[in-house]
């Protein structure tokens, strides 16, 4: 596998989906690798995300790298009006590799392009979040012993949720899928990903609450509802309001 | 001595202290252990504090150890209603070790309970702060040349001094201290402390002023009043306006 | 060379500046170097700065030291009123050295001072930022194999823009330097430098905008407007608004 970045789950094929679950299972099974020994990695976070910062600190750490970065934009010269560009080139002459989350969408890709080393987007805005979902893999795997003829539920916010159009997108590259959402109609998923499945000939349904259906499922993939992707808290409002006396087809 | 966790200073025994004094005075000498070697420490501080947070990274650092972390809730995603028990699961999978700082008392303890790894409680509110007292023992140990037989003198913010009171605990258990407290009204040491010490029949006087008696201390543990701590600002210029005409029996 | 704090640019003599350059190209061909091992090193950035930081942190793990440290003061313990005194007596009994921002002028003297352990400045308000000039420094030399003669244009704000003071200072140690300061009247360079170049005989001339002689420079220094530095905004404002329309004497 080459050096290069990874800012969407499209950015890798099947075989090279394989063989990262191959090493992860490796790196589980013995992490004080000196993989990254000499190498120092920057994470750069223009907005908060403790849980996936500290995922990816810990394995920099066992792998024997070196950290640098920011957690929030805030203690950044981004409040200074530095531009993301600048950023980028700046630390990619520090940095052997950046890791990077940012509130908006397309700029991880904008930053692999600008960047003189590899780039992995830890989440941009309710685009992508690559590694999300090959760790998502990796408990399928784990579990299942298998990525091909898994029947996969999806449920909660299937709109905003990136994790699980980044799911969605990898998981249709393995044999026989099914997928079965399950979200209010305010939540459900987007038009877009529902005609990728079409057009590739895989099989999907759309439930509005939990049924009998569920026994049938392989994994199921909750989601929390993501109040900070939300345009209008209003919206979240209305959405908790009429929850608990929504439709009940399914 | 056994993996455990360290939240209050009740935790340990008389004979474990010691120990604990014996190792520091090593670790003092030569402090380029490799102790922590290939282990991953978290630092999470839910509320700043410099002093507190720096003195553990620069211990795990010299002990080999690597660090990840936050240093103030703000840019973790506390800031996102993740709950304490979720970021304790979370990080107890990333973690060899948790040392953590929280704004509300009790909370160090709950951790430990949720938490894999052993958690040391580096300040719960008002409650307890136990490496601070660790702290505090191996410097009346290395001053005094022992433990039991101390003549202690405790001045400035008794109540809301966490500090304080987790010393008072901690020297209860040597042989024959003897506790002098010196504060005003306002900041007295809280009557549960005072029980307690005539429990175990061990002598307290109180004061309102230094007096001729600071003659007899082994040690005088000065407190700063920790503006934090109170309720109501009020209440601290209450007390910074009633100091220079105080009482003045003693 | 012995170990001393880096305060000001013209804390060294011309020979330690072609030591340190020499030094520098060492490292750069070769930074895995165990120069720091076992060392801790402090960066404390008591205002936001993360090109600065991020240099040193990156230089720091090259070198193989370990880090502590905070990156803005409201995640520190400066928002507890502690004083820069009592930061800096703290963090020297924990570090081998300080790395230290601060936007008082002045304030990074005053560390060393007060300091067990060197302190480098990363910048003290409007007064010094001594290691961004050894990297100017060290960029001239590299691309002009020389620092003797160079004939140096800086431009934009000259007024507040501490890089431009600290090199003038450093390159006014080298042989027949000719300065040419390019800036609006509002930003023009301070007259103590105009006044310390005269007595020292190094030839400088300035102008409101660019014209033919800039074909005559070695190297262009470019700085930007610091709104951070401005004490009203509305200077930066009226600047903003006179510049397109400013006059044309050169």
Same mark, same amino acid.
């Given at each position: 596998m080459s050096q290069k970045s990874l800012i969407s789950i499209t950015d890798f094929s099947k075989?090279?989906?394989?063989?990262?679950?191959?090493?992860?299972?490796?790196?589980?099974?013995?992490?004080?690798?000196s993989l990254l020994k000499g190498k120092v990695i920057a994470t750069l976070f223009f907005e908060p995300? $403790?849980? $996936?910062?500290?995922?990816?600190?810990t394995a920099i750490n066992r792998l024997g790298g070196k950290i640098i970065g920011f957690s929030d934009s805030n203690s950044s010269s981004v409040s200074k009006g530095e531009s993301l560009h600048d950023t980028i080139r700046m630390v990619s002459n520090y940095a052997d590799m950046i890791i990077m989350r940012h509130p908006l969408e397309g700029s991880a890709r904008y930053a692999a392009e600008v %960047?003189? /080393?590899? /780039?992995?987007?830890?989440?941009?805005?309710?685009?992508?979040?690559?590694?999300q979902t090959l760790l998502d893999m990796y408990s399928i795997m784990k579990t299942q012993n298998r990525l091909?003829?898994?029947?996969?539920?999806? /449920?909660?916010?299937?709109k905003y949720g990136r994790t699980v159009h %980044?799911?969605? +997108?990898?998981?249709?590259?393995?044999?026989?899928?099914?997928?079965n959402f399950v979200a209010p109609p305010e939540l459900a998923m987007p038009d877009e990903y529902?005609?990728?499945? %079409?057009?590739?000939?895989?099989?999907?349904?759309?439930?509005?609450?939990?049924n009998d259906i569920i026994n049938q499922a392989d994994i199921?993939? +909750?989601? &929390? /509802?993501?109040?900070? &992707?939300?345009?209008?808290?209003?919206?979240? $409002?209305?959405l908790a309001n009429c929850c608990p006396c929504g439709p009940t087809i399914g």
């Open positions: 075989e090279e989906y394989l063989k990262i679950m191959e090493l992860s299972a490796k790196f589980e099974a013995n992490p004080n690798q995300s $403790t849980r $996936t910062r500290l995922s990816f600190e %960047s003189d /080393v590899p /780039v992995i987007n830890a989440g941009d805005g309710a685009n992508q979040h690559p590694s091909d003829d898994i029947n996969l539920f999806m /449920v909660g916010d299937l %980044s799911l969605l +997108m990898a998981m249709s590259q393995f044999k026989n899928p099914i997928f529902k005609l990728f499945l %079409s057009q590739k000939g895989i099989c999907y349904f759309e439930h509005l609450e939990f199921i993939y +909750m989601t &929390r /509802v993501q109040k900070e &992707r939300f345009i209008a808290p209003a919206d979240l $409002t209305k």
